[in-house]
């Protein structure tokens, strides 16, 4: 069975207007609209294109979190995804954590490709696909904005600095998702029914014998300065003095 | 809200409004243009069957759910709501009325998309009186023979089958017993006059039904029996009334997001208008109308979800959203100054479609008279 593997994270949503705690100790999250990491929908909605191309017979959906998070899988399964897998893990997962899990769960289903988001819009790590590509021992192409597969390989057009750069890797491998690779589907409702019935396998974090222990250190949370009002000016030479003035020109 | 699938449904319909209504509501509402396109997205949603039961391949939505739904599109753009809702109501008569075997036969083309069409009561002669219809059907043998006109038929030209309302005994005493509610298909005999023009609630084709002669077979009565009509369209009129009070107050809803935003990007002496006290009244009275809207029609929902009787409330949720589109369409056009009265921004059809829902489904005066009723007959002396 030719699988594809596609993690997702729950984060707050996008549109929500994050609120940092009076303390620092971190952000508001009672209360607060959850949803699927916007680069996790982006590499679901490319695993299910694949599927529905032919290229591959089965779409598996995994995450990584509280008991809650099976909502998010739902919707997943609701936009298309076979099956689902949720390893359910209380308190905060370190990139490389997660990629060992997600290396653990590829053991458990062999996929010929891992698709995950570029990186989750919450801590903007995006180390976990690069992490788990090396712990897999096999080839990754992130930021992908294009992915064309053949039988054993997958060419992947990664959107970088200087501008547009193709690579091939051997399958399997780890694609990551920017933006740019697809306008996720919204979800039909009679699909929303149907993932009801989908399966969804909850695995206890304490079974896969990985730790959990923090290697990083969060010192403090603290909102972004407050951005300074803009000046207006009247044409370019103004906007050169003003420029040179604050010293961004020579 | 009852379930957790609720809130990945409106999710869903929220993610589908931006990117495909929003964007062209102002080209079809100024051209009067039929949105083709939406329609296939809606089938595809499963916006044909949203209230209709799961059994019969439908989405099985309470009206709460559906309320937030229509209140979610109407607050982008009313008019299209108007192609699943008469839809559902002639599905909800079905559902609620039919026979079994009709159940069996209609409800899952309804629910699918793949039939489609809406309800058939008001004629130029009547329509806050629907008693006075004049439209009938004679039988004949194993058929009925439908004559008559109606009028305002939403999705009149684009829809298939209308339950339609007609006099089976025009000389019944009381009125009411001699009325009945079949499926038409269109078909010979059964023919759509002009579209109707109007001010706002445009893109979509309200009719006229024209019925000369049009035979049904007798299965097509819903219910199966004679002079049930009415009864069946009234309750099928509580539905129609929550709808147009979702409508009313997704209006007012979107009158306020756009005032809301607007106010804080113009400026006037020095400030952005928001700052100003006179603005901020009116965006706070605003946002007081719409989320009291919201609150009586769940409550309306609610009883009509329980099925108890809910004319009060849902008289009570309709007259109140309605107005609260309209006066909120106003504010929004005062908040605009100058710019509300361009057709370059939305405020302009909002102020146009808001006050159709004073009037459709029963005129506000009609609630009012159904609500004052209603204290009466629950608060004898």
């Not at chain 1, 593997?5 to 729950?10: P, T, Y």
């Not at chain 1, 998010?72 to 689902?84: F, I, K, N, P």
């Not at chain 1, 206890?204 to 407050?226: C, H, I, W, Y």
Request: proline content about 4%.
């Amino acid at each position: 069975m030719k699988r594809i593997l596609v993690g997702v994270k729950r984060v707050i949503d996008f549109n929500v207007r994050v609120k940092v705690k009076p303390d620092g100790s971190g952000i508001v999250t009672d209360g607060v609209k959850l949803s699927l990491n916007p680069f996790d929908e982006i590499a679901l909605e490319e695993a299910l294109r694949i599927k529905e191309r032919g290229g591959a017979d089965e779409v598996v959906v995994a995450t990584i979190g509280p008991a809650d998070c099976q909502q998010q899988l739902r919707t997943a399964l609701a936009m298309g995804a076979d099956r689902a897998l949720h390893v359910v893990h209380e308190g905060t997962i370190e990139p490389l954590a997660g990629a060992r899990v997600l290396l653990k769960l590829i053991d458990k289903e062999q996929p010929f490709l891992v698709i995950l988001g570029k990186q989750a819009i919450d801590d903007d790590n995006n180390q976990t696909g690069q992490m788990l590509a090396a712990l897999w021992q096999r080839p990754q192409a992130t930021f992908a904005s294009k992915v064309e597969l053949t039988d054993s390989t997958a060419r992947v057009t990664r959107e970088v600095d200087a501008g547009l750069e193709t690579l091939e890797v051997d399958l399997p491998a780890v694609v990551t998702a920017d933006l740019r690779l697809n306008e996720p589907r919204y979800v039909k409702l009679p699909d929303i029914m149907k993932a009801k019935k989908k399966p969804l396998e909850s695995l206890p974090f304490a079974d896969l014998g990985v730790s959990a222990a923090a290697r990083v250190k969060m010192v403090r949370t603290e909102p972004p300065a407050q951005r300074q009002k803009g000046i207006m000016v009247k044409d370019t030479q103004e906007l050169i003095a003003a420029l040179r003035k604050r010293g961004a020109l020579q | 809200m009852a379930r957790r699938e609720d809130a990945d449904i409106l999710d869903s319909i929220e993610r589908w409004v931006e990117r495909e209504v929003r964007p062209i509501a102002r080209h079809h509402d100024h051209a009067d243009e039929y949105p083709h396109e939406l329609v296939g997205q809606m089938q595809a949603l499963g916006l044909f069957g949203a209230t209709i039961g799961e059994e019969y391949g439908g989405l099985g939505l309470s009206a709460s759910t559906y309320a937030q739904i229509v209140t979610t599109i109407a607050a982008a753009w009313m008019a299209p709501v108007g192609i699943f809702n008469s839809h559902l109501i002639m599905a909800a008569c079905v559902e609620r009325h039919g026979t079994a075997a009709q159940k069996a036969h209609w409800l899952p083309r309804f629910a699918s998309g793949e039939l489609r069409g809406g309800i058939g009561l008001t004629e130029p002669d009547a329509g806050t009186d629907l008693q006075a219809i004049r439209t009938v059907a004679r039988r004949d043998g194993e058929t009925y023979v439908i004559d008559g006109t109606k009028t305002w038929i939403t999705n009149g030209i684009h829809g298939e089958c209308f339950a339609v309302l007609v006099k089976t005994d025009p000389a019944a005493v009381p009125r009411h017993a001699g009325m009945s509610l079949f499926l038409c298909e269109k078909g010979p005999g059964f023919t759509v006059g002009r579209k109707l023009k109007k001010l706002g609630y445009k893109a979509i084709d309200s009719a006229e039904l024209v019925f000369d002669g049009h035979r049904v077979p007798a299965d097509r009565l819903i219910g199966g029996v004679e002079g049930q009509g009415f009864v069946q369209a009234a309750q099928g009129l509580a539905l129609g009334r929550i709808n147009v009070a979702a409508r009313g107050a997704g209006i007012a809803q979107g009158a306020l997001r756009e005032a809301l935003r607007y106010a804080q990007q113009r400026k006037t002496f020095g400030k952005p208008i928001a700052q100003h006290q006179a603005i901020q009244l009116k965006l706070a009275d605003m946002a007081t109308r719409v989320e009291a809207a919201r609150l009586l029609i769940r409550q309306a929902a609610a009883k009509y979800d329980s099925g108890e009787r809910c004319d009060l409330e849902a008289g009570m949720a309709k007259l109140f959203a309605s107005e609260a589109g309209v006066e909120n369409s106003l504010e929004a056009m005062r908040i605009f100054g100058g710019y509300s009265y361009s057709t370059e921004f939305d405020i302009e059809r909002f102020y146009r479609d808001a006050p159709l829902m004073c009037i459709g489904e029963g005129t506000n005066e009609m609630q009012r008279i159904i609500i004052a009723r209603q204290l009466l007959e629950r608060n004898p002396v």
